[in-house]
Nanobody, 115 residues
Framework: QVQLVESGGGSVQPGGSLRLSCATS????????MGWYRQAPGKERELVAT???????TYADAVLGRFTISRDHAKSAVYLQMNSLKPEETAVYYC?????????WGQGTQVTVSS
């Protein structure tokens, strides 16, 4: 069974940085594509970034150059470094895992960007 647990959310001023972590467990983690999504109040969940098992990454245009996704296979963890945060990026951030035709989600971590 796959479990995803996010951490690292919190409150930050505009222009600040946060690093999100997602701890995972399960036998398929090493072959999975993992990603971060976010959902702001009243809006649909949207893709932020993904990283596949080989380290290939994709980013939403809105975060390109400011956010960096990475993973540590030894720790079965994925990270999202977020720099130059904007108030409109206030949202619940979710960790996602896809493998073997299945999809799993974490419980989410709140990120609030406000002065």
């Amino acid at each position: 069974q796959v479990q995803l647990v996010e951490s690292g959310g919190g409150s930050v001023q505009p222009g600040g940085s946060l690093r999100l972590s997602c701890a995972t467990s399960g036998s398929i983690v090493s072959i999975s594509t993992m990603g971060w999504y976010r959902q702001a109040p009243g809006k649909e969940r949207e893709l932020v970034a993904t990283i596949n098992s080989g380290g290939g990454t994709t980013y939403a245009d809105a975060v390109l150059g400011r956010f960096t996704i990475s993973r540590d296979h030894a720790k079965s963890a994925v990270y999202l470094q977020m720099n130059s945060l904007k108030p409109e990026e206030t949202a619940v951030y979710y960790c996602n895992l896809k493998a073997l035709g299945r999809e799993y989600w974490g419980q989410g971590t709140q990120v609030t960007v406000s002065s």
